[in-house]
């Protein structure tokens, strides 16, 4: 009796404890999204007398000149086009690997499996010399290719090793019996290993956009013409050293963050299943 007494007050105190660390990590994350916000809607000098109090004199003036003077509008129809291309990709070409990596009959595939998981260990900062470098030589420097690319082959390694490990668990049978019925492996990859592969397509598509639209360095390094930054390059450019228009800043955050926000809500429920599906496979 005594001892079910203690194991329930220690199980009562695990969970004091473990709501009260959540709670207040949820406000310490919260907080700067939430100051960031509704600084946006107030003047320089009402940030720099109050900067942590609500706007007295409530502003889109900073939002204006983001689009004004700021070439938003650019930037972010390139994000969208950078990230959606390169997803769309980066799905398709992983998922057709993941197939033809467990699927396919031929004792070489372990090795190819093993180039897909080395590029892990690539990074973005080892190669973006030699990248732009051979960009510039080949004419895809300053160009929509030059920039979907690099993001594709970034994203690769990663939704490989994703789509290879939820694609093992699909029984062979289905696949063996698609093939007694005639089908071709073409035929078998759009009628049924996309199908039945929805949500490790969603799970990839949530990695790879937001990664993809909070990149930073390789459109910085591998496009010139302002028409052709992305969203964090041109938010960075509100950041300089004769630029202190914390409202403007904050304002030009809140325009980049907002889709990213939209877009992992929409898709949080798929990227929790894909997750949950895949770990239940394996």
């Keep these: 009796m005594k001892s079910n007494l203690r194991e329930r007050k220690i199980s009562l105190h695990a969970i004091f404890f473990s ?31 109050h900067p942590l109090g609500l706007p007295k004199d409530f502003t889109l003036s900073n939002y204006q000149k983001c689009f004004e003077f700021g070439n938003m509008d650019f930037a972010f129809l ?29 004792k070489s ?24 470098i051979m960009e510039t030589n080949t004419g895809l420097y300053n160009t929509y290719l030059g920039v979907i690319l690099p ?9 490989v090793l994703i789509a290879t490990s939820y694609i093992r668990g699909i ?15 073409q ?6 290993i996309l199908i039945v592969s929805t949500p490790v397509i ?14 930073f360095l390789m459109v910085f390094t591998l496009t010139s013409g302002e028409n052709m930054r992305s969203l964090p390059v041109t938010i960075n450019s509100f950041a300089g050293r004769l630029n202190q228009d914390y409202g403007l800043q904050f304002a030009a955050l809140v325009i980049g963050t907002i889709p990213m926000f939209i877009f992992y809500l929409v898709a949080h429920n798929a990227l929790v299943e894909g997750f949950g599906e895949g770990a239940l496979k394996e």
Excluded: C, H
């Design 202 to 215: 969603a799970t990839i598509s949530v990695l790879t956009f937001l990664g993809n639209w909070n990149e």
């Design 19 to 49: 709501y009260t660390f959540l709670i207040l990590f949820t406000i310490i994350t919260l907080f700067p999204i939430i100051w960031m916000t509704y600084s946006s809607f107030k003047s320089m000098g009402e940030i720099m007398l």
């Design 171 to 185: 029984p062979d049978a289905l696949i063996e019996a698609a093939i007694i019925d005639g089908a071709t492996y």
């Design 151 to 159: 993001y594709v082959a970034f994203g690769l390694p990663m939704a």
């Design 109 to 132: 595939r372990f090795v190819y499996s093993a180039l897909f998981t080395t590029g892990l260990l690539i990074t973005v900062n080892s190669v973006i010399t030699p990248l732009f």
């Design 78 to 106: 390139n994000s969208v086009i950078y990230s959606t291309t390169s997803t769309l990709l980066v799905v398709l070409l992983s998922l057709q690997a993941g197939f033809a990596l467990t699927k396919f009959p031929y």
């Design 187 to 192: 035929q078998i990859f759009w009628k049924i």
